[in-house]
């Protein structure tokens, strides 16, 4: 709980100031004042869980899962090494996008793949941007 | 509104209607503003032709407009055009292209009433008159959208739409150019809408006419009191597309509010709709052209989502609401790999 000793830490003041605001504010509040209030407790709780995401994941691990993900599934020897010596700076999702719309995966089975990766990676997001969307609420 | 403009624009609908004097008692700033800035305005009129006690709506664009929105002077035409056809719409008044009265251009028409909140549209089931009347007036409401025009001669009594162009023979392949050239303006990659993009090309489907197209035809964009559907808003993108364009973009699950498993709207299913749609003279419709343009729907909200939000990243603006509007993509993006994923 305690953050250095000063109490409670980032995330715990993000849900603290969040629960303040539903409890104790909203209720006060009608009309245009309260949707902007309930705007204000919605990006603090995608803040939090965001910060929380941060918290708990190696980033440069998952980026370098993510681009070994990418490779495998470009994993033609020429392609691979063209996204590999890329000056231009493109990234893997790049390199991705660009042979998608080039038509790498129009046939059904090289698209089974892309479409597993591009669901996990939208998973990913939305645990952090909207669960409750995951479990079929809005 | 500064006091200066509300004299301006009395000076101005002075002028217009022609009218003595013109009185402007009441003025506020209407909610739903991302892209427009719309001002509900009580106005006292002393002759002239809207004599009396009028509640007005002035609305022009804010500085967030999306470049497939239109002019002023071209939604103006747009309302007039539907608001001949039958469509419930405000009825519009006048067009300012004088820039020297606000500083851009803009129009008035009639107020509407009734309440345009998504959220507690779906949430009251008997608001419309019951949400399966409700349903049935939308689908009536649409059928007439979607007849104007079909008379080549309308521009012979003012309603000239000239400005939108002919109409394509294909009206998705156009789309599909227009909403790519938008993501390619985007900074950063987006592969579930360069997948969804890709997969819209693959499936183009043949429209049974190109018609006019509202393109935000959706629960939060018409009003609605207690007994029926008062107005349908916000005609800024309306342009030629195949019938099937709004009735996806309808059923996308953004525009349920919640009430995922009622796909029109959030108030109904969407066979009902589309049977009400058929029965009021509507063009041919089948779930594979509905579900094509739900897919293109997701799309263009994501991509017109990461534009708004880039807004606030550039430093260009400061809402929170549109800061927020860019965590919604993914899921769009969801529905995007949902509805492509076989």
Known sequence: ?138 | MTPDDAVRIADWLKFRSAASSVTITDSRSLSGGAIQDNRAMQVHFDGGELDGDHALVLRMSNPGMLSASHSKAEEFALLKAAFAAGVSVPQPLYLCEDTTVLGQPFFVMQKIDGIAIGAKIVRDASIGGGHASLLRRLALELVRIHHIGTDQTDSDDGLDLKFLGPRPLEPATELIEQYQSWLDQLAEPHPVLEWGLRWLRLNVPTAPATVLCHRDFRTGNYLVDAKTVTGILDWEFAGWGDPAEDVGWLCCRSWRFGADQKEAGGIGSRKDFVTAYLEAGGYPMDDARINYYEVMANIRWAIIALKQTGRVTSGAESSLELALIGRRVPEMEFEILRLTGG
Request: with cysteine; charged share 25%; aromatic share 2%.
């Open chain 1, 1 to 138: 709980m305690n953050h250095d000793g000063l109490g409670p830490d980032a995330l715990e003041l993000l849900t603290l100031a969040r629960r303040t605001l539903l409890d104790e504010v909203a209720i006060k509040l009608d009309g245009a004042a309260r949707y902007q209030l309930l705007l204000v407790a919605h990006a603090l709780a995608v803040a939090g869980r965001e910060l929380e995401g941060r918290q708990n994941t190696d980033n440069t691990g998952a980026d370098e899962s993510l681009s070994m993900s990418i490779n495998k599934l470009l994993d033609d020897p020429l392609t691979a090494a063209k996204a590999r010596d890329d000056k231009t700076g493109a990234t893997p999702l790049k390199w991705l996008c660009s042979e998608i719309r080039n038509g790498r995966f129009d046939n059904l089975k090289s698209q089974h793949g892309l479409l597993a990766l591009l669901r996990s990676i939208n998973r990913s997001t939305l645990e952090l941007t909207n669960p409750r969307f995951l479990e079929g609420g809005s």
